[in-house]
């Protein structure tokens, strides 16, 4: 019961987080300049994707009474990814320190989802 609560909530978020999205785009291309406006959906769309992989991981869980893996890492690489894309447009200058720490959790995150699939028992007998 708990689980599909939060499902629901995770949903109606996603919801309101892509119906304000679209909103402050018309309003940000309106007012400002249109790149400013685009990084800015782009970000709250990213954010939609991980809430989507969230709910998707609950229900996967749920289904297969244990917690599976590649959805929480196809999270962790969206959100790293959404990290690089703020940095990157933001005004302040990027630590090349911090670029590279991000691209190398990427690389981690991608390895990661690489062993996940090759290994996994439920994805070799055709569970997932």
Do not use: C, W, Y
Not at 39 to 66: D, Y
Not at 105 to 124: K, Q, T
Request: glycine fraction near 6%.
């Amino acid at each position: 019961v708990v689980s599909v609560i939060v499902g629901v909530m995770l949903v109606a978020l996603a919801v309101v987080v892509l119906v304000l999205g679209v909103v402050d785009f018309f309003r940000d291309a309106r007012d400002g300049p249109v790149e400013t406006a685009v990084i800015n959906l782009l970000n709250r769309v990213l954010l939609v994707l991980i809430l989507v992989e969230i709910m998707h991981t609950v229900v996967l869980s749920l289904r297969a009474h244990h917690l599976v893996a590649q959805p929480l890492l196809a999270v962790g690489l969206v959100a790293v990814i959404r990290k690089i894309l703020f940095v990157l447009s933001s005004e302040e200058p990027v630590s090349s320190t911090e670029l590279a720490l991000l691209i190398a959790m990427i690389a981690v995150f991608v390895a990661a989802l690489i062993l996940v699939s090759r290994f996994d028992p439920a994805e070799a007998d055709g569970g997932g």
